[in-house]
């Protein structure tokens, strides 16, 4: 039983080069999400997945896509990117009711030149 | 929408005492939780601990507990008997309550342990 896994744990890229976070869970939870933490930021929620078959946007989705591939699987895309998607992204799941505990994978560092 | 302040950037402990880390919030529900996640240098995101606002009784888990004052909005983590592996960073999280079930962050208290 892995929990939630994240591939790859480090990347580096150059501006305007695209990449894809893959986020997987074993837990057969329903939810599923994607954070950015940066320093003195907290978390904060990029999109999210209630359910397979739908994603919403979070706090700063700006910048980034979406696919829920299917209940297991929630990957996050950066179509161009930029300095300033340079951060560590959390991928995290969860059963939609209570008490809503969010089970994190261990991040990815990505540094954007 | 739901706030979480953490106002202690940064705090410190001399091992085998005790700590606590300052949470307030804001939500307009009357039935959320509450966590506590610990960071430590691994950046693995550790569940703590967790409170059901409907319930009074302060939740605790072994050396960790919170005093949990629903009126003022207070979340506040208690670490007793501190030891070097709670050193880490320290997350304070909403849930809003009623049908969102996303959790709202704090920014994070930063915890070293003293020798």
């Known amino acids: 039983n892995a929990g939630v896994t994240q591939t790859p744990k480090f990347q580096v890229l150059k501006t305007g080069q695209s990449m894809t976070l893959q986020c997987a869970q074993d837990m057969n939870h329903n939810s599923m999400y994607w954070y950015r933490q940066d320093p003195g930021m907290g978390l904060r929620l990029i999109y999210y997945?209630?359910?397979?078959?739908?994603?919403d946007k979070g706090e700063v989705p700006n910048g980034y896509n979406v696919s829920r591939l299917n209940k297991r699987e929630f990957s996050l895309r950066l179509e161009s990117a930029a300095p300033s998607q340079t951060s560590v992204y959390f991928c995290?799941?969860?059963?939609?009711?209570?008490?809503?505990?969010?089970?994190f994978g261990p991040g990815t560092r990505l540094t954007v030149t | 929408a739901q706030t979480v302040t953490q106002s202690q950037p940064e705090m410190s402990v001399q091992e085998a005492e005790t700590v606590t880390l300052s949470c307030t919030y804001d939500?307009?529900?009357?039935?959320?939780?509450l966590f506590w996640y610990k960071q430590p240098p691994s950046r693995q995101m550790i569940l703590v601990i967790r409170q059901e606002a409907y319930k009074q009784q302060n939740a605790t888990e072994n050396r960790f507990s919170v005093n949990f004052q629903k009126a003022a909005k207070s979340f506040s983590l208690k670490i007793s008997d501190s030891q070097l592996g709670d050193a880490a960073m320290y997350f304070c999280a909403t849930e809003g309550g009623g049908s969102n079930y996303k959790l709202t962050f704090g920014k994070g208290t930063l915890l070293t342990v003293n020798p």
């Open positions: 995290a799941s969860s059963e939609p009711v209570m008490p809503y505990e969010q089970y």
């Open positions: 939500t307009s529900e009357s039935d959320y939780y």
């Open positions: 997945s209630a359910s397979e078959g739908t994603t």
